[in-house]
């Protein structure tokens, strides 16, 4: 059989696209119903606030518009004006509506207590008091102002028994910033995206 020529090929696919849509539609899906179905609705973001936003996913920075009615967020897309992604989103960034509105989000902190089996409730205002206290009593007992390397003593500043570890939804400002206070406090396993 010779190879198809572009022009008989595109002849081929359009009356095979022509032969399937008239078979739909013999089925009963009328055409009508489904281009008002998949046409844009502008009443969708009609009466809401857009806010510019960035990405919380990772450390690109890409833009988002937040769209928000009465106070909850209703539509997710990207930013045609930001320089670095041009309105597109990546999967993650596209999903990123989610964060906001999955019942399945966790909304309170959590604590276990030491031997327990269930994680309880615990005041925000708590926990983070609780962090505090752990992080300075660690450092304070692991603190070392020196080290003997080699038979010499050099200075380290450093603690061993602590580390920090970032996530994905941080973005480099706060990596830079999370990063300027665990070196700080003498730590020195710390990861992040960004590196910095």
């Not at 897309?77 to 509105?101: H, M, W, Y």
Request: charged share 20%.
């Amino acid at each position: 059989m010779p190879p198809l020529s572009r022009r008989q090929f595109l002849a081929r696919a359009g009356f095979g696209a022509g032969t399937a849509l008239g078979a739909v539609t013999a089925l009963g899906a009328d055409p009508e119903t489904v281009r008002a179905a998949t046409t844009p609705l502008g009443w969708k973001l009609r009466e809401t606030k857009v806010v510019p936003s960035v990405c919380p996913y990772c450390a690109v920075g890409c833009g988002q518009l937040l769209h928000v009615r009465d106070g909850r967020l209703i539509n997710v897309e990207g930013n045609p004006d930001s320089p670095i992604s041009r309105g597109n989103l990546c999967p993650k960034g596209a999903a990123s509506f989610q964060l906001t509105v999955n019942p399945d989000r966790q909304t309170k902190c959590l604590h276990r207590k030491p031997g327990a089996t269930r994680w309880e409730p615990i005041a925000l205002d708590d926990a983070m008091d609780r962090i505090a206290a752990l992080v300075k009593k660690t450092r304070d007992e692991t603190f070392h102002a020196t080290a003997t390397i080699n038979g010499r003593t050099v200075t380290v500043n450093n603690t061993l028994a602590i580390a920090s570890l970032g996530g994905a939804t941080l973005d480099n400002e706060w990596n830079y910033a999370q990063a300027k206070l665990w070196r700080g406090l003498g730590g020195v396993f710390i990861e992040n995206q960004a590196r910095i």
